[in-house]
């Protein structure tokens, strides 16, 4: 009824507290072999599942719009990401594309964050607090095929590619709450997004 073949299961999620993600990811070589193809195909087709809200509750997703390469026990520079559509009359993605080698080469001054904060598919427990990210980036990538691309990115998805790029440095978004203050925002420009 909907979609094929469930790839990866919350149970094939990696935890925190496995060194995997705190490790710098390794950079993925072109062109790629098969089993990373697989790998790219099989983190995009968890992000479709995980939105699909049958297929979510049938086999226990938690929803994403992002899954990085360390998360499921790789330690490569490729993530996921899925930013869906905001328009009910227009299923275009705001923004889909598995990233390889991502670097952000410039980004804004201006500050953002969520206002309900971020969850992580690799940290069961609710760490609230705003996490701090540019509000504008720009990220220089390569996709599936080799091709380079560089392009700027604002608000809400800049903000998931830098949730998933910084998996890819061995950081998570907890580490970026002010542990005393968790909302407390420094800067008075700070873009909060809904
Ligand atoms: C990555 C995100 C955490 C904050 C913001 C949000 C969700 C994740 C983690 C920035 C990046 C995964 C990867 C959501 C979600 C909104 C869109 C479309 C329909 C449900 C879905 C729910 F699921 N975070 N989860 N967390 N991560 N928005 N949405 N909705 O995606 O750990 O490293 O389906
Ligand atoms: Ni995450």
Same mark, same amino acid.
């Given at each position: 009824?909907? $979609?094929?073949?469930?790839? #990866?299961?919350?149970?094939?999620?990696?935890?925190? $507290?496995?060194? +995997?993600?705190?490790? !710098?990811?390794?950079? +993925?070589? #072109?062109? @790629?072999?098969?089993?990373?193809?697989?790998?790219? /195909?099989?983190?995009? &087709?968890?992000?479709?599942?995980?939105?699909?809200?049958? @297929?979510? &509750?049938?086999?226990? %997703?938690?929803?994403?719009?992002? %899954?990085?390469?360390?998360?499921? $026990?790789?330690?490569?520079?490729?993530?996921?990401?899925?930013? *869906?559509?905001? =328009?009910?009359?227009?299923?275009?993605?705001? #923004?889909?594309?598995?990233?390889?080698?991502?670097?952000?080469?410039? /980004?804004?001054?201006?500050?953002?964050? %969520?206002?309900? $904060?971020?969850?992580?598919?690799?940290?069961?427990?609710?760490? *609230?607090?705003?996490?701090?990210?540019?509000?504008?980036?720009?990220?220089?990538?390569?996709?599936?095929?080799?091709?380079? /691309?560089?392009?700027?990115?604002?608000?809400?998805?800049?903000? !998931?590619?830098? /949730? &998933?790029? =910084?998996?890819?440095?061995?950081?998570?978004?907890?580490?970026?709450?002010?542990?005393?203050?968790? #909302?407390?925002?420094?800067?008075?420009?700070?873009?909060?997004?809904?």
């Amino acid at each position: 009824m909907f $979609g094929g073949t469930i790839l #990866f299961l919350m149970n094939d999620i990696v935890r925190d $507290g496995d060194p +995997v993600l705190r490790a !710098v990811a390794k950079n +993925v070589e #072109f062109p @790629l072999s098969d089993e990373d193809k697989k790998l790219a /195909h099989d983190m995009m &087709e968890y992000l479709e599942n995980s939105q699909t809200p049958e @297929l979510s &509750e049938k086999y226990g %997703l938690r929803p994403g719009v992002g %899954l990085a390469a360390p998360q499921v $026990g790789v330690s490569e520079m490729m993530a996921a990401v899925l930013v *869906p559509s905001n =328009d009910e009359n227009d299923d275009t993605p705001v #923004f889909k594309e598995v990233i390889i080698n991502p670097v952000i080469v410039s /980004h804004s001054v201006q500050p953002t964050a %969520l206002s309900e $904060g971020e969850g992580c598919l690799s940290v069961d427990k609710d760490v *609230p607090g705003y996490v701090v990210r540019h509000d504008r980036i720009t990220v220089r990538y390569q996709d599936m095929n080799g091709e380079k /691309h560089q392009i700027r990115l604002r608000d809400y998805p800049a903000i !998931v590619c830098q /949730h &998933e790029i =910084d998996h890819l440095n061995g950081h998570l978004y907890y580490d970026l709450i002010n542990k005393k203050e968790p #909302f407390s925002l420094p800067d008075k420009n700070t873009v909060v997004i809904d």
